[in-house]
C-alpha cells in the first residue's frame, strides 16, 4: 500500500487448513493476515486495517504449480522467508517453490512471481475473502486480460450497506491456457446424476464469454516455463467501473515499467511521508515503534476517487460524482477524532484538507456529514458525533482552506435536529433538556444501554462546536 492508496495488495492466511491459529470462518475476524497462521492463500486487494468487524479482503490472486487446483484448501500452502517494508512484501512458498513479491501504486497492484519451471497458474478467486457478502462476476476480455467486479460490503451488521470493486487484471505472459471455474450447487436425486460435478469446483475449459456466481474465479496455465522465469500480475481497482479501473491501471503502470521501479516509486513515497517527522535520541527500537505507529497512522482514510475525478457519491448508490482534488473514504471517526486527525493537521496538512471536503461533500451529497463512512456508504457504526471535533480542530489550528460556512450548518444540524428526524443523533432529545442521557432511553444492537458513552461524545462535540 503506499500513503493513504485505494489499493492495498496483502497476504491471505486466515482460511482454508486447520494448522491455522485464527480462522476466519470458524470466529469473528477482521483481518486477511496473522503473524501465528502458517496457511497461505493468495493476496487480498482491497483491505481494511485495524477494524473490528470484517469487510473487503477479496480479489485473491495465487500462483501454484503442478496439476491445476481451484479449491482453496487444496492449493493453500506453507510459506517460509517473508519479508516485508514499506511498500513491498514477499513470501516463499513452500508447496511451489515460488517466490511472490508484491507491491504497490495509490490505486493498483503489481505482483511478481519467480517459477521453478514447468508447468505454473495464475489464479484469482472471487468467492473467498473477509467479506461476508457474496457474488461476483468475471470476464475475460483477451488472453492476458480479465475484468469484473465483487460485491462487498454489510460492515458490522448493516445488510443493505453494499457496494462494489470493480477491477481489471492482466498477466505479462500469454497462457498456454485459461478459463473459469464455478462451485456447483450441491444436487440430489436424478439432477445429481447429470453432472460430474455436483457440489464441487467446474472447471470451464471451453467458455470465453463471462461468469458470474457466489463462488466463481478465472485461471491462467503457462506451459514450459523456465527455471527462474518470472511472470507478472497488474490490476487496477475502482469503485465507479471497469472503465474507471482499466484507466487508473493504463495511468499509474506503464506498459514497461518494471516491478522494482515501481516497488522503488512506493518507497520514496513512503520516506518522504514519514520523513515529515524527524526523531532524535532513543534507542533503535523506540524510533522503529515510533515510525511503525506513523506507518499505521498514515494507512486510512484512504482514496476512493479515480485518476479522472470520479467516485461514488455519498448514499446515492449507482450515482457517480467528479472531484477537482482527491475525495477520500473510511472516515472511522469514532476512531480518529481524537487525534488521528490533528496529526494530519498538523503534518499532513493537504491530504487533511481534502479530507474536509471531502466529509463536507458527503453533507452535500445526502444531508449528514459522516459517522462511520464506508465508501460511500453509512455504516452508523460507533458513537457520537465525531466529524465536530474533526472539523473543528481543524479550523482553529489554522486549516481553513474548506467551506466552513457549509460545514457549520451540518454541525448544527445534527447537534439541533429533533431526535426522531436525527440520523447522527437519535436520543438527543433528553440530552437537550435534561443535560444528560438517562438510562434505558436507547439502546444499539449489541452495545446495550449507551447512555453515558453517547453522552460524553455529544459533551466533547458540543464543546468544540461552542468555540467554533
Not at 472531484?323 to 477524532?337: A, H, K, M, N, Q
Request: hydrophobic fraction near 35%.
Amino acid at each position: 500500500v503506499t500513503p493513504h492508496g485505494m489499493m492495498s495488495v496483502v497476504p491471505f492466511n486466515v482460511m482454508g487448513s486447520e494448522e491455522n491459529v485464527y480462522d476466519k470462518d470458524a470466529r469473528w475476524w477482521s483481518t486477511p493476515y496473522e503473524y501465528h497462521n502458517k496457511f497461505f492463500t493468495g493476496f487480498a486487494h482491497g483491505a481494511l486495517s485495524g477494524v473490528g468487524c470484517p469487510e473487503m479482503g477479496s480479489l485473491l490472486t495465487m500462483a501454484t504449480t503442478g496439476p491445476l487446483m481451484v479449491d482453496y484448501r487444496e492449493y493453500g500452502t506453507s510459506y517460509r522467508d517473508e519479508k516485508a517494508s514499506p511498500g513491498y512484501y514477499s513470501v516463499f512458498l513452500d508447496k511451489y517453490g515460488v517466490l511472490a513479491e508484491v507491491t504497490a501504486t495509490a490505486r493498483t497492484s503489481v505482483e511478481r512471481y519467480t517459477f521453478p519451471g514447468g508447468e505454473g497458474h495464475i489464479l484469482l478467486n472471487l468467492g473467498e475473502g473477509l467479506t461476508n457478502e457474496s457474488g461476483a462476476m468475471v470476464r475475460r476480455v483477451s488472453a492476458t486480460e480479465i475484468e469484473g467486479t465483487k460485491l462487498l460490503g454489510t460492515f458490522c451488521y448493516n445488510a443493505q450497506k453494499v457496494f462494489p470493486v470493480y477491477f481489471v487484471l492482466r498477466v505479462s505472459k500469454t497462457p498456454s491456457a485459461g478459463g473459469y471455474w464455478k462451485k456447483q450447487r450441491k444436487m440430489t436425486g436424478v439432477e445429481a446424476e447429470w453432472t460430474p460435478d455436483n457440489g464441487r469446483y467446474k472447471l470451464y475449459m471451453e467458455y470465453g464469454r463471462e461468469l458470474s456466481g457466489d463462488d466463481v474465479g478465472y485461471w491462467f496455465s503457462f506451459d514450459g516455463l523456465a527455471a527462474g522465469e518470472q511472470v507478472e500480475v497488474r490490476m487496477g481497482i475502482s469503485y465507479v467501473s471497469t472503465e474507471n479501473a482499466r484507466k487508473n491501471l493504463d495511468a499509474e503502470q506503464a506498459a514497461d515499467a518494471p516491478f522494482d521501479a515501481i516497488r522503488e516509486q512506493a518507497r520514496k513515497g513512503w520516506n518522504e511521508a514519514l520523513g515529515r517527522i524527524r526523531v532524535e535520541g532513543g534507542t533503535e527500537e523506540q524510533q522503529r515503534v515510533f515510525y511503525t505507529a506513523l506507518y499505521h497512522a498514515l494507512l486510512h482514510p484512504n482514496l476512493v476517487s479515480d485518476v479522472n475525478g470520479e467516485y461514488p457519491l455519498m448514499e446515492r448508490s449507482g450515482e457517480t460524482g467528479v472531484t477537482d482534488g482527491e475525495r477520500y473514504t473510511v472516515f472511522s471517526l469514532w476512531d480518529t477524532c481524537r487525534n488521528l486527525h490533528q496529526l494530519l493537521t498538523l503534518v499532513y496538512p493537504d491530504r487533511q484538507r481534502e479530507m474536509l471536503r471531502s466529509m463536507t461533500g458527503m453533507y452535500e451529497e445526502w444531508g449528514w456529514l459522516p459517522k462511520w463512512e464506508l465508501y460511500g456508504r453509512e455504516t452508523f457504526t460507533m458513537e457520537g458525533d465525531p466529524a465536530i471535533p474533526v472539523i473543528v480542530d481543524s479550523w482553529m489550528k489554522g486549516l481553513r482552506d474548506f467551506d466552513v460556512a457549509k460545514a457549520y450548518e451540518a454541525m448544527r444540524k445534527s447537534a439541533t435536529t429533533p431526535g426522531a428526524q436525527n440520523r447522527m443523533r437519535p436520543d438527543l432529545d433528553p440530552y437537550i433538556e435534561k443535560g444528560y442521557i438517562p438510562l434505558g432511553f436507547y439502546a444499539k444492537d449489541l452495545a446495550g444501554d449507551t447512555s453515558v458513552s453517547h453522552a460524553l461524545e455529544y459533551y466533547m462535540a458540543d464543546a468544540a462546536l461552542s468555540l467554533l
